[in-house]
Nanobody, 122 residues
Framework: QVQLVESGGGLVQTGGSLRLSCAAS????????MAWFRQAPGKEREFVARLSYYVDSVKGRFTMSRDNAKNTVYLQMNSLKPEDTAVYYC?????????????????????WGKGTLVTVFS
Protein backbone atom coordinates (compact mmCIF):
# COMPACT_ATOMS: atom_id res chain seq x y z
CA GLN A 1 0.00 0.00 0.00
CA VAL A 2 2.31 2.74 1.28
CA GLN A 3 5.81 3.03 -0.14
CA LEU A 4 8.59 5.00 1.54
CA VAL A 5 11.89 6.03 -0.03
CA GLU A 6 14.70 7.60 1.99
CA SER A 7 17.48 9.74 0.58
CA GLY A 8 20.20 12.10 1.76
CA GLY A 9 22.58 9.77 3.54
CA GLY A 10 26.31 9.92 3.01
CA LEU A 11 29.74 10.38 4.52
CA VAL A 12 30.23 13.31 6.86
CA GLN A 13 32.89 14.45 9.33
CA THR A 14 32.23 14.69 13.05
CA GLY A 15 30.39 17.94 13.74
CA GLY A 16 28.91 18.11 10.27
CA SER A 17 25.30 18.03 9.10
CA LEU A 18 23.04 15.99 6.85
CA ARG A 19 19.40 16.26 5.88
CA LEU A 20 17.50 13.04 5.26
CA SER A 21 14.30 12.93 3.23
CA CYS A 22 11.52 10.35 3.16
CA ALA A 23 9.11 10.49 0.24
CA ALA A 24 5.81 8.64 0.66
CA SER A 25 3.47 7.34 -2.01
CA UNK A 26 0.31 5.24 -2.08
CA UNK A 27 -1.24 6.98 0.92
CA UNK A 28 -2.00 10.31 2.54
CA UNK A 29 0.87 11.39 4.76
CA UNK A 30 -1.36 13.26 7.20
CA UNK A 31 -3.13 10.03 8.21
CA UNK A 32 0.11 8.37 9.33
CA UNK A 33 2.46 8.87 12.21
CA MET A 34 5.93 9.05 10.69
CA ALA A 35 9.15 8.15 12.44
CA TRP A 36 12.87 7.70 11.92
CA PHE A 37 14.75 4.65 13.15
CA ARG A 38 18.39 3.66 12.80
CA GLN A 39 20.36 0.44 12.96
CA ALA A 40 24.09 -0.14 13.28
CA PRO A 41 25.68 -3.55 12.53
CA GLY A 42 25.07 -5.98 15.38
CA LYS A 43 22.62 -3.60 17.05
CA GLU A 44 18.86 -3.61 17.35
CA ARG A 45 16.85 -1.18 15.29
CA GLU A 46 16.51 1.94 17.43
CA PHE A 47 13.81 4.59 17.49
CA VAL A 48 15.27 8.04 16.84
CA ALA A 49 12.53 10.61 16.28
CA ARG A 50 8.94 11.42 15.51
CA LEU A 51 7.42 14.88 15.35
CA SER A 52 6.27 14.73 18.98
CA TYR A 53 9.24 12.93 20.55
CA TYR A 54 13.04 12.67 20.26
CA VAL A 55 15.32 10.28 22.07
CA ASP A 56 17.70 11.99 24.49
CA SER A 57 20.79 11.11 22.47
CA VAL A 58 19.66 13.26 19.52
CA LYS A 59 17.59 15.92 21.28
CA GLY A 60 18.88 19.37 20.40
CA ARG A 61 20.85 18.06 17.42
CA PHE A 62 18.19 16.46 15.20
CA THR A 63 14.99 18.09 13.99
CA MET A 64 12.16 16.31 12.21
CA SER A 65 9.68 18.09 9.95
CA ARG A 66 6.98 17.20 7.46
CA ASP A 67 5.46 18.67 4.33
CA ASN A 68 2.03 17.14 3.75
CA ALA A 69 1.67 18.83 0.35
CA LYS A 70 4.81 17.04 -0.83
CA ASN A 71 4.10 13.82 1.08
CA THR A 72 7.60 14.09 2.49
CA VAL A 73 9.20 14.10 5.93
CA TYR A 74 12.72 15.22 6.79
CA LEU A 75 15.34 14.69 9.44
CA GLN A 76 17.82 17.52 9.82
CA MET A 77 20.90 16.17 11.61
CA ASN A 78 23.43 18.61 13.03
CA SER A 79 26.55 18.20 15.19
CA LEU A 80 26.91 14.63 14.03
CA LYS A 81 28.93 12.16 16.08
CA PRO A 82 30.56 8.83 15.12
CA GLU A 83 27.94 7.04 17.23
CA ASP A 84 25.28 8.36 14.86
CA THR A 85 26.68 6.07 12.15
CA ALA A 86 23.90 3.71 11.05
CA VAL A 87 21.41 2.89 8.36
CA TYR A 88 18.52 5.29 8.86
CA TYR A 89 15.00 4.09 8.11
CA CYS A 90 11.77 5.96 7.60
CA UNK A 91 8.64 4.20 8.90
CA UNK A 92 4.89 4.82 9.10
CA UNK A 93 1.90 3.66 11.12
CA UNK A 94 -1.75 4.78 11.11
CA UNK A 95 -2.31 7.75 13.42
CA UNK A 96 -5.28 5.90 14.90
CA UNK A 97 -3.01 3.25 16.39
CA UNK A 98 -0.64 5.51 18.34
CA UNK A 99 -0.68 8.43 20.76
CA UNK A 100 1.38 11.63 20.60
CA UNK A 101 4.40 12.34 22.73
CA UNK A 102 5.75 8.83 23.18
CA UNK A 103 8.48 6.80 21.45
CA UNK A 104 7.43 4.25 18.86
CA UNK A 105 8.37 0.59 18.67
CA UNK A 106 9.82 -0.84 15.48
CA UNK A 107 7.52 -3.83 15.94
CA UNK A 108 4.49 -1.56 15.72
CA UNK A 109 5.34 0.14 12.44
CA UNK A 110 3.48 -1.00 9.34
CA UNK A 111 5.56 0.44 6.49
CA TRP A 112 9.30 0.81 6.04
CA GLY A 113 11.71 2.34 3.61
CA LYS A 114 14.82 0.46 2.54
CA GLY A 115 17.12 2.77 4.47
CA THR A 116 19.91 5.23 3.74
CA LEU A 117 23.41 4.92 5.17
CA VAL A 118 24.91 7.68 7.30
CA THR A 119 28.61 7.40 8.12
CA VAL A 120 30.24 9.88 10.51
CA PHE A 121 34.05 9.69 10.61
CA SER A 122 36.82 10.82 13.01
Amino acid sequence: QVQLVESGGGLVQTGGSLRLSCAASGGTLSTYAMAWFRQAPGKEREFVARLSYYVDSVKGRFTMSRDNAKNTVYLQMNSLKPEDTAVYYCAAVSIFRVNRGRPLSADGMDYWGKGTLVTVFS
